[in-house]
């Protein structure tokens, strides 16, 4: 079962990085391909996605906001939310949504999850001023200063993507003694012909 999960992951290309290596990411490289490009230790990614979904499941699920400014995100963010009863705000994050109250759509979450730290770079900083812990999928050229938990994987494609919050949702429904039913088809982004 886990050497089949591990070849699904490898095949949906989380643990590849980026040519660029921060030195934020570097302890989470174990090599890179001919090329350049940086990947991460498939082990380590597996044991901070398990660290995250313990993480979540001890807050109260409508207080954890998941967002996203990569549109790839999406559809897994959707179905990641649909299934544990997160909060979502995708697309652009206004500012003020995290730290000024006279906004109306002003929120005050617990815990915040991004999908890539550069992408949502207005949701860490407000998060980080408000003191609301932030947890990130990060590829190897990210800035991971202000994430109190960094889930060393490829945030930009989107089968990882679909297979980082396929393995998120599936880590917090065990932790409620919930069966997964989906696979992670079922969290990708579909391309425009794909229908």
């Known amino acids: 079962m886990e050497e089949s999960l591990d070849k699904r992951l490898l095949g949906a290309g989380i643990r590849v990085g ?6 934020f990411m570097a302890p989470f ?11 991460f230790d498939l082990s380590v990614t597996q044991q901070r996605i398990a660290a995250a979904a313990r993480f979540i499941n001890g807050v109260e699920a409508g207080n954890v906001l998941v967002c996203s400014g990569r549109e790839f995100a ?8 649909e299934l544990v009863g997160t909060q979502m705000k995708l697309s ?22 991004v999908s890539d730290p550069q992408v949502d770079e207005q949701a860490v900083i407000e998060a980080t001023n408000a003191g609301i812990p932030v947890i990130g999928i ?24 679909a297979a980082v919050f396929w393995m998120l949702a599936r880590g917090i429904l065990a932790e409620r003694d919930q ?3 989906y696979e992670i088809e079922d969290f990708e982004t579909k391309n425009v012909d794909e229908g």
């Open 92 to 113: 652009r994050f206004m500012p003020g949504t995290l730290t000024n109250p006279s906004l109306k759509y002003y929120i005050e979450p617990s815990l915040i999850l």
């Open 138 to 161: 990060s590829n190897s050229d990210n800035i991971t200063s202000n994430l109190d938990l960094v889930i060393p994987a490829n945030n930009k494609g989107r089968k990882s993507l």
């Open 179 to 181: 069966a997964m039913e």
């Open 29 to 39: 490289i174990t090599a890179a391909t001919p090329d350049g490009v940086y990947q």
């Open 74 to 81: 999406y559809a897994p963010i959707e179905k990641f939310c």
């Open 18 to 23: 980026t040519h660029v290596k921060t030195k």
